[in-house]
């Protein structure tokens, strides 16, 4: 759920994908953030719930930034190694600290606050997991009840690997160890634990769910892609991959979609559809990336639109801000309209325009005085 811009690289100008992986801002990484969040804000808004299947489903969403960190991160901190020979594990912590954490911290402020004038009562146990970024553990172990933090687990797992993968790839780099084999080692070993825990009844849906150690391979695979897309070999694979099959990408959206309305038989969850969708999702991230950076077509237009641009900026606040708002605003508007799809709507313009003014005119500003190169 990051926005942050990565560095420009020094790979060679020469594809679409190279030049687009070059610029300070990757076209279509916004629409797929945006993409995302929305497909969580309709799982979690309860508008659209009914007997069918959930096509659009919050958990895929989750997935989707979760394979887009990994890939981002990752990127940014091979591109830093290929210039300056390390990784500044310093700088690294600094930038994520400004980027997640004063909006995180006044949000928790804000719903507490919130809940005390109101004589609600407090999840003293999660809010005090959550402002060391454990909630994802606590949730695991103790369940899981709705409040106005009980979606920040994933927030929770993605600092924790924020912590841990950096230290990891510095050490697998100066072991000079293949990148590739060794994040697919690791990705194998995830699969068969996770699938083993569920099938063998060794953890809680609630503990799998969240844990990192379970959830981990949606962020390396985004690692892996990273990795993968420094060959110019692969990314030409790309290119004539999608020039190719230009219904690829549909094609890959469709099987996220239809494999997350099978969500609710946990052996397939857990053992099937948690390998199938983040492969999925890596496998659309440099086709989409290329479609963005064609910039013919209305596809490319719509991705690349500035409406697009700025939900996939504010998509973090959008995110975090949505279980304390959402749900109460739509309700009402939703009365007031007559209509539950008019009243989401609304609900959730207005949801993203207060992201994206916290984004422009709090988050921005801190993040600039904490880290200015960022």
């Given at each position: ?48 719930t009914?007997?069918g ?45 400004a ?14 606050g ?19 970024y ?6 695991g172990?103790?369940?899981a ?14 600092e ?5 993968w ?75 991959i999608?020039?190719?099959y ?30 199938i ?37 504010a ?27 008019i ?32």
């Amino acid at each position: 759920m990051d926005g942050s811009k990565p560095v420009t690289t020094n790979i060679e100008q020469t594809g679409s994908l190279t030049r687009a992986l070059a610029t300070s801002r990757i076209p279509g990484l916004d629409f797929l953030r945006a993409l995302a969040v929305f497909a969580v804000l309709v799982d979690h808004s309860g508008a659209f719930t009914g007997d069918g299947p959930n096509l659009f489903n919050g958990a895929t969403g989750v997935q989707m930034f979760f394979v887009l960190s990994g890939f981002l991160i990752t990127w940014m901190l091979l591109d830093e190694t290929q210039r300056k020979g390390r990784i500044d594990l310093r700088a690294f912590y600094l930038r994520r600290f400004a980027r997640l954490m004063p909006v995180f911290y006044a949000y928790v402020l804000v719903g507490t606050g919130m809940l005390l004038l109101a004589h609600k009562v407090v999840p003293w146990g999660a809010l005090a997991a959550s402002l060391v970024y454990g909630l994802n553990y606590y949730q695991g172990l103790n369940g899981a009840p709705t409040h106005f933090l009980s979606h920040c687990w994933s927030l929770a797992v993605e600092e924790q690997f924020y912590f841990i993968w950096p230290l990891t790839l510095a050490f697998l780099l100066r072991a000079g160890v293949r990148l590739d084999k060794s994040i697919v080692i690791l990705l194998l070993c995830v699969w068969v634990y996770r699938a083993g825990a569920q099938l063998l009844g060794l953890a809680s849906d609630e503990y799998i769910y969240r844990a990192l150690e379970m959830r981990a391979d949606h962020l390396l695979i985004g690692c892996l892609l990273a990795v993968l897309l420094k060959q110019a070999s692969v990314r030409s694979w790309f290119e004539r991959i999608q020039a190719k099959y230009p219904w690829l990408l549909l094609v890959l959206f469709a099987v996220l979609s239809i494999s997350g309305s099978f969500d609710g038989n946990l052996n397939y969850r857990y053992s099937v559809g948690y390998i199938i969708e983040p492969i999925a999702t890596t496998l659309l991230l440099p086709l989409l990336i290329i479609c963005a950076q064609n910039n013919g077509g209305p596809f490319a237009w719509f991705v690349n639109s500035s409406l697009v641009v700025k939900v996939g900026q504010a998509s973090y606040g959008i995110y975090l801000f949505h279980q304390l708002l959402l749900y109460s605003m739509q309700t009402r508007l939703a009365a007031w309209t007559h209509s539950p799809l008019i009243g989401f709507l609304i609900a959730v313009t207005i949801l993203s325009v207060l992201a994206h003014l916290s984004y422009t005119y709090f988050e921005m500003p801190i993040r600039r005085r904490l880290h200015p190169k960022s």
